[in-house]
């Protein structure tokens, strides 16, 4: 057992002398265990940093000035300057409280609920079910705390916090903000409320002209 010590003290100083500790500030380049397999080039790439300097740009900045024209991107996380529509970049309203219904810039359509059930189909439907029922195919899974958007809870939730939560979150469920547009997350939204409305219906909603084409019992 002593020399297991002995070996392991050695082991340690020898490393510690080849590597030196973490954080220090080498002398001489550090050493490279596999400098055949390429591993130093992709570790000392040259590249730039954020303001630092290049001698190649006439003005010495790495740095880039933005093209004439440019505007921020609405695509993305809360957060991005040059919006002017808190309700459909943030689903509140100009005070500050979740927003109801849908931004007066969108036009809730056909069009624009087939654009929802698709995105809701990709993103949604594998954990919530395709009706929205907390019946997807990872409860097969074992995850078993996917709510269904038909409790009252969900049901009575204003617009606007549904957004928040596809843009940043909740619980167990990620950000889908790098994946659905703001547009694309109320083409969503408006889907799920139809999927709550069509748990609902009862023949009063049915229009006149085509009450006669029910079979009611």
Request: hydrophobic share 35%; glycine share 10%; proline share 8%.
């Amino acid at each position: 057992m002593r020399y297991a010590y002995l070996i392991l003290v050695f082991g340690v100083v020898l490393v510690v002398s080849l590597f030196g500790f973490r954080g220090q500030t080498f002398t001489k380049p550090p050493i490279d265990v596999f400098p055949e397999w390429g591993f130093p080039g992709m570790k000392y790439q040259p590249k730039y940093k954020p303001q630092g300097e290049s001698k190649f740009f006439a003005d010495g900045r790495a740095d880039r000035p933005l093209p004439a024209g440019v505007v921020a991107s609405s695509y993305g996380p809360a957060g991005q300057p040059l919006r002017d529509d808190d309700q459909l970049y943030r689903g509140k309203t100009t005070a500050g409280a979740w927003a109801t219904g849908f931004p007066k810039a969108l036009t809730v359509d056909r069009t624009f609920m087939e654009h929802g059930k698709e995105r809701f189909t990709i993103y949604c439907q594998p954990c919530h079910g395709a009706l929205g029922d907390g019946q997807g195919i990872t409860k097969a899974y074992g995850m078993g705390a996917t709510p269904t958007y038909h409790d009252d809870r969900l049901r009575k939730m204003a617009e606007g916090e549904i957004f928040n939560t596809i843009t940043n979150g909740k619980n167990n469920m990620l950000s889908y903000a790098d994946k659905l547009t703001p547009e694309e997350r109320w083409a969503v939204i408006a889907y799920v409320r139809a999927l709550q409305r069509a748990q609902q219906g009862t023949p009063a909603d049915v229009p006149p002209e085509h009450k006669a084409e029910l079979d009611i019992k």
